[in-house]
């Protein structure tokens, strides 16, 4: 069976969530399956020696009016978050709960949190949001605060963003497929030329 894309996101990166709406269907498209992974790529998850985009940038005017454009051109539904650049530790520790039990009710999971952040405008910081969620998708209320607040989960984590580290990862979306790293949405029609055609 062919090798898995890895999907690398940050729920709170606006081209992390346009990458989302697309990456399924293409990996669909070539017979591939996606292993969704969410990272935090704020300062406490990195270590001093890794390059950053100040959180300034990320706020910026150009920024918000990039993903505005790209969503468009995408077809993607999107509104720029009053709080764009929301910390988002509980709500990729959640995932990896959910989604290391169920990769399907992970991504359902992952999908719902993006929404309510990029649609909606909710505030995927606050507890109360990501527990809304989860109870949507059936997770029950002990085992949201086994997941959100076990520090295993944290330990989970910081493995999982350690070991995007080791591979190379230092943004959102970022995609490796057999070893072949891809970064940003305008990576995506080279990423798919690869599944289509192999290595060039």
């Known amino acids: 069976m062919p090798a ?3 999907f690398y996101f940050d729920f709170a990166s606006p081209y992390g969530y346009i990458a989302a709406q697309q990456i399924d269907a293409i990996a669909a498209r070539h017979g591939r399956s ?13 270590s001093l020696e890794r ?7 990320m706020r910026s005017d150009y920024v918000k009016r990039d993903a505005e454009r790209l969503a468009t051109f995408y077809g993607v539904e999107y509104r720029t978050p ?12 959640i995932f990896h709960w ?7 009710q992970g991504r359902d ?4 949190v993006l929404r309510a952040y990029f649609v909606d405008d909710q505030n995927i ?15 029950s209320a002990e085992d949201f605060a086994e997941a959100s607040a076990n520090p295993a989960s944290r330990s989970r984590l910081k493995a999982e963003v350690d070991m995007a580290e ?31 055609s192999g290595p060039y």
């Open 125 to 139: 910081a606050a507890e109360a949001v990501l527990q809304a969620i989860a109870t949507e998708i059936g997770i």
């Open 166 to 196: 080791a591979r190379g990862v230092f943004g959102s979306p970022f995609f490796i497929v057999e070893g072949e790293r891809f970064w940003g949405n305008d990576r995506l029609p080279q990423l798919e030329r690869w599944l289509a």
């Open 4 to 6: 898995p894309i890895d």
């Open 82 to 93: 009053s709080n764009l650049g929301a910390h988002t530790e509980q709500a990729a520790r």
């Open 109 to 112: 999971f992952a999908h719902r």
């Open 51 to 57: 390059i950053r985009i100040p959180s300034n940038i």
């Open 98 to 104: 959910v989604h290391d039990r169920s990769p399907e």
């Open 34 to 46: 996606v292993t969704w992974r969410a990272i935090v790529l704020d300062a406490n998850f990195q």
